[in-house]
């Protein structure tokens, strides 16, 4: 198998409290998704272009609570920011048959909107997270982080995914200019580090945060976060 044998690729391919791999919707959606698929490969890009567009990026989704990171709650809800929109994706992966692991980064945003400085005060952000998938014998990276209409809205260039390839962040705006800095890459994970995670994210928005369903709860940035 490559990289690894396949009682190593095993823990990629488990169910756990938040990678919930064995949930019915998970294996239903994931089914669906992949049934007509002849390679792993092409079942990663499937997966990968639903996580990515029927899986809305929203920031205001972030929580300091475990059950929210739930994939098949972020399903449900078909909204997440980053790392919840990963834990689906792996999950997905795993329910297809594919090894699937966590990736995160502390990465610099150069285009971060201004309603999102103002939330967080800072274009920097610890635990950005991402995806890995063992594909034809080597771990292949992709982040399915922001939809496709986000990015047209706010001009930015969109992620596409081939199943061979790494897709992540670009690092160029579609004028050249700066947009994702990846300031320091972190060892993959099995499982969501939430402790981890946690730590980090609740000096930015608090030991209580949950996740903001609607505009009256986003228009508590300026009340909360001044």
């Not at 997966?47 to 609570?65: A, P, T």
């Not at 199943?163 to 200019?177: C, Q, S, T, V, Y």
Request: glycine share 6%; aromatic share 12%; proline share 5%.
């Amino acid at each position: 198998m490559g990289e690894g044998t396949k009682k190593e690729m095993d823990i990629y391919l488990k169910s756990t409290p938040t990678i919930d791999s064995d949930h019915d919707m998970i294996i239903q959606t994931a089914r669906s998704l992949t049934g007509d698929c002849s390679s792993n490969e092409e079942k990663a890009v499937k997966l990968f272009y639903f996580v990515r567009d029927s899986i809305k990026y929203n920031i205001y989704m972030i929580s300091v609570f475990i059950e929210d990171f739930k994939a098949s709650r972020i399903l449900d809800w078909g909204k997440g920011y980053c790392v919840q929109k990963a834990v689906l994706f792996a999950a997905l992966g795993r329910a297809a048959g594919i090894p699937s692991r966590l990736a995160f980064a502390k990465i610099r945003n150069h285009k971060v909107p201004a309603h999102v400085f103002q939330m967080f005060k800072t274009n920097t952000f610890p635990r950005h997270g991402y995806n890995q998938f063992f594909l034809d014998g080597r771990w292949i990276s992709a982040a399915a982080t922001f939809d496709k209409i986000l990015c047209k809205k706010n001009g930015l260039p969109v992620v596409e995914f081939d199943g061979r390839m790494d897709a992540i962040l670009p690092e160029k705006d579609l004028k050249g200019e700066p947009y994702i800095e990846y300031v320091e890459k972190f060892p993959p994970r099995q499982d969501l580090p939430f402790d981890w995670i946690r730590e980090r994210i609740s000096k930015l928005v608090g030991t209580d945060k949950r996740p903001w369903f609607n505009k009256n709860q986003e228009k508590r940035i300026n009340r909360d976060f001044k």
